[in-house]
């Protein structure tokens, strides 16, 4: 049985078909995320009292103080994130979609989402921001839709950069989650 696995591998490598590989789910766990300077940070709690390959759970913002407790400012629920950024005076928090399941860009796959306050302003899946789905390469099980690391500019005071793997660079507002502007990039 093990040699006809083996087998079956080398075929689909020497096939030229690399793009096929074995994945994993990564466990939810617990993280902290903080603002660029830290004066506050989001903590992300995954829900252990469900299956945790559904990405449930909950978080937290915080803000320091020079007292031994910090400041409780707001919270999620529902949801878990492998990535989050929260804005530097704690009001706004932008979430990254996880690893989305399937082959191709779905409306129910979370691309990116906008918080204020904990509560939802605006969502954007992966098949309204990747326009050209043969950019998209996939695993077994999953598809990646980001093609670099998304990142918060201007101390995440104002806006916030994401890529996808088509290459098309969007800047949104992290006030109210619209698009300042899209471009492709090389």
């Avoid at 009292?49 to 913002?61: Q, V």
């Avoid at 804005?87 to 979430?95: D, M, N």
């Avoid at 326009?131 to 806006?159: A, I, M, N, R, W």
Wanted: aromatic share 16%; glycine share 6%.
């Amino acid at each position: 049985m093990k040699t006809a696995f083996v087998i079956i591998i080398g075929l689909i490598y020497f096939s030229g078909k690399h793009e096929l590989y074995i994945d994993e789910e990564v466990t939810p766990y617990p993280y902290v995320t903080s603002s660029e300077f830290g004066y506050v940070y989001f903590k992300m709690i995954p829900d252990t009292t469900e299956d945790l390959f559904k990405h449930k759970g909950f978080g937290r913002a915080y803000r320091t103080s020079i007292h031994q407790q910090d400041e409780y400012l707001w919270n999620t629920e529902g949801w878990y994130a492998f990535n989050t950024f929260i804005s530097s005076q704690g009001e706004y928090l932008i979430r990254i979609g996880n690893w989305p399941r399937g082959h191709k860009p779905k409306a129910e796959d979370l691309a990116i989402a906008f918080y204020k306050h904990g509560k939802l302003l605006k969502k954007y899946s992966t098949e309204e921001l990747i326009k050209d789905k043969s950019k998209v390469q996939h695993s077994v099980s999953h598809y990646d839709f980001l093609g670099e690391k998304p990142e918060c500019l201007d101390y995440c005071t104002d806006s916030f950069r994401l890529v996808t793997v088509d290459r098309l660079e969007y800047i949104f507002d992290i006030k109210n989650g619209e698009i300042l502007s899209t471009s492709l990039i090389d």
